[in-house]
């Protein structure tokens, strides 16, 4: 009787396991960033993951035309519009986070290592960091539709 008690709590954690284990492409579709500046869609691309700008809450400049990507240390990419620029790269998905990728900072125009983690299927954990991932930053984004 003990050992089917034992199976059966043993069934019961590997179903439950198996149900909240995340499939790598739970994180496609449009995020609204921490602070809420903008919106950037996850796409998968050749089975990595990439973000783009879509939206933004203050998309123009203070001259009235799109803001461009002014803080880029590359000057020939300054006159860039960040509506549609790409902020995540190369992302892969291993066991529960999007990993080996970088995020892009366009206000103050550095590439960060990041990991991304699905709290659940409308929050996201963004964390940019340089070196160890111990030493960054995490914002939450939320999921819009």
């Given at each position: 009787?003990?050992?089917?008690?034992?199976?059966?709590?043993?069934?019961?954690?590997?179903?439950?396991?198996?149900?909240?284990?995340?499939?790598?492409?739970?994180?496609?579709?449009?995020?609204?960033?921490?602070?809420?500046?903008?919106k950037v869609k996850i796409e998968k691309i050749n089975n990595k993951y990439f973000g783009k700008i879509v939206w933004l809450r203050d998309p123009n400049g203070p001259d009235g035309l799109p803001k461009k990507d002014k803080n880029n240390p590359d000057p020939s990419k300054r006159s860039t519009t960040l509506m549609g620029y790409t902020v995540l790269k190369n992302f892969v998905f291993d066991e529960d986070e999007w990993e080996d990728g970088?995020?892009?900072?366009?206000?103050?125009?550095?590439?960060?290592?990041?990991?991304?983690?699905?709290?659940?299927?409308n929050t996201l954990h963004v964390r940019g960091y340089i070196g160890i991932s111990l030493i960054g930053r995490t914002q939450t984004w939320k999921r819009t539709n």
């Open positions: 009787m003990k050992f089917l008690t034992l199976l059966a709590v043993i069934f019961f954690l590997l179903s439950t396991i198996q149900l909240s284990a995340q499939n790598a492409d739970d994180i496609l579709g449009t995020w609204m960033t921490g602070e809420g500046k903008g970088t995020i892009y900072d366009p206000d103050n125009g550095k590439n960060y290592s990041c990991v991304m983690t699905l709290v659940d299927k």
